[in-house]
């Protein structure tokens, strides 16, 4: 057609890519990764199985590469926004403020971010559970820098914690984030429609106002 530009070879690949990623990522979230075949990949992405091992070698490549895939910018969102709390807070931090700081940007990414994001807190979710060795690429490295400036910021509001208390609070929170993350549908069905899974709004105002009066100061018990 007249006036239209070719793509470049660029952004075919990129294109290509794209939609290699998005379809795995929605594969793997659906059904785990031993229930996905590259085949299965090729087939939703509309590309020959030639190709995704061109780009990726491997399913295993290909799953480090989608776990990889937005981790930079949830990092950078929530250091950007508890860095934002620091400075606007000052020495009148709370642990409040602070769980806030550090919550809402994920769940943020997940409901504005569309079904890519949504597709990729639910696999965080699903592989938040197994050991590091378990499958490909399922490490915690990615999430660490983040996880470490929010454990130090509640070290300043709370300085009396001890830090094992901060990394048990930590633990304790990472599993009702990684719950909501899932979003099985679980509270819907036992609260009989009260409650949503994919109400990401209310999950971070309930989870702040339960964790806020949570962190527990002083010895472990024996």
């Known amino acids: 057609m007249p006036g239209t530009r070719r793509r470049s070879n660029t952004e075919r690949r990129d294109?290509?890519?794209?939609?290699?990623?998005?379809?795995?990522?929605?594969?793997?979230a659906a059904r785990g990764f031993n229930g996905v075949s590259v085949k299965d990949i090729a087939k939703a992405a509309q590309v020959d199985t030639s190709l995704v091992h061109?780009?990726?070698?491997?399913?295993?490549?290909?799953?480090?590469?989608?776990?990889?895939?937005?981790a930079p910018r949830v990092n950078q969102t929530r250091m950007d926004s508890m860095a934002a709390y620091a400075r606007s807070a000052g020495t009148q931090m709370t642990v409040e403020g602070v769980l806030r700081a550090y919550l809402e940007p994920a769940f943020r990414l997940a409901r504005e971010g569309g079904e890519s994001e949504q597709n990729y807190m639910t696999l965080i979710a699903q592989i938040s559970v197994l050991t590091s060795d378990a499958l490909p690429g399922v490490d915690t490295t990615a999430f660490d820098p983040a996880i470490e400036a929010f454990i130090s910021m509640l070290q300043q509001v709370r300085p009396e914690a001890s830090r094992e208390d901060l990394y048990w609070f930590y633990h304790l929170l990472t599993g009702a984030i990684t719950?909501?993350?899932?979003?099985?549908?679980?509270?819907?069905?036992?609260s009989g429609g009260l409650c949503r899974s994919d109400d990401f709004d209310t999950i971070v105002e309930k989870t702040v106002a339960v964790f806020a009066h949570g962190l527990?100061?002083?010895e472990t018990p024996r």
């Open 216 to 218: 527990t100061v002083g």
């Open 179 to 190: 719950q909501s993350w899932a979003r099985t549908g679980r509270i819907d069905r036992l």
């Open 54 to 70: 061109y780009y990726f070698a491997s399913k295993a490549g290909l799953f480090t590469a989608v776990l990889r895939r937005h």
């Open 15 to 28: 294109e290509s890519q794209a939609r290699i990623l998005d379809s795995a990522e929605a594969l793997f």
